[in-house]
C-alpha cells in the first residue's frame, strides 16, 4: 500500500503556486496516475488532497445511500461541490484555488501532513498546533492500533 508519511514545508508564491514534496510525487506515481482531487477539510482549516483513484473509492459509498435523502445530498454537496481535480505540473508545482487557500488561512508558508492515504496542506503553526492536540488526544485516550491491523491476533 502506498502511504504518505512525514511533514514537509514551502512556499506559497504569488500565483498560488506550491512545490509538491517529491516523496509525495513518487506515492502518486506508485498509483500509476499524478491526477488528485483537492478538497476544503470539513474538520481543520486544511486542505485535503486524495490521489484520485482513492477520492473515488472513498465517495463510492455516497452510491450506496438513498437517492434523494438528506444524508445523501448532504454528503454529495459536502464531498463533490467544493472539489477541484488537479495534477502537478512538470515541475511538481499545484495552483491552489484561492478558495481552498482562504479556507487554510495560507499566506507564504505550507506545510504538508502525510496521512497514509492522502495528505493534507496547512498553514504551519496551525499544523503544528493539531499535530499537538493530535498526540494529547492519543495519551489522554490511551490510544493504540489493533493488533490485528497488523496481522496480530486480536
Do not use: C
Not at 14 to 34: C, F, I
Not at 63 to 89: K, N
Request: net charge negative; no cysteine.
Amino acid at each position: 500500500m502506498t502511504q504518505f508519511l512525514g511533514t514537509f514545508t514551502g512556499k506559497l508564491d504569488r500565483k498560488g503556486r506550491v512545490s509538491v514534496p517529491s516523496q509525495y510525487r513518487a506515492r502518486l506515481e506508485g498509483l500509476g496516475s499524478l491526477d488528485i482531487v483537492l478538497r476544503p477539510s470539513h474538520r481543520d482549516p486544511s486542505i485535503e488532497v486524495w490521489p484520485a483513484v482513492t477520492f473515488d473509492a472513498m465517495s463510492a459509498g455516497i452510491e450506496t445511500l438513498d437517492q434523494f435523502s438528506d444524508a445523501q445530498e448532504d454528503l454529495s454537496f459536502g464531498m463533490y461541490a467544493s472539489v477541484f481535480e488537479t495534477r502537478p505540473d512538470g515541475d511538481g508545482r499545484l495552483v491552489l484555488p484561492e478558495d481552498l487557500i482562504a479556507h487554510a488561512a495560507l499566506t507564504d508558508g505550507v506545510s504538508f501532513a502525510g496521512l497514509g492515504r492522502s495528505f493534507q496542506i496547512w498553514e504551519p503553526g496551525a499544523l503544528a498546533q493539531r499535530k499537538a492536540e493530535a498526540q494529547q488526544r492519543i495519551r489522554d485516550r490511551n490510544l493504540t492500533i489493533p493488533a490485528t491491523a497488523m496481522g496480530g491476533r486480536a
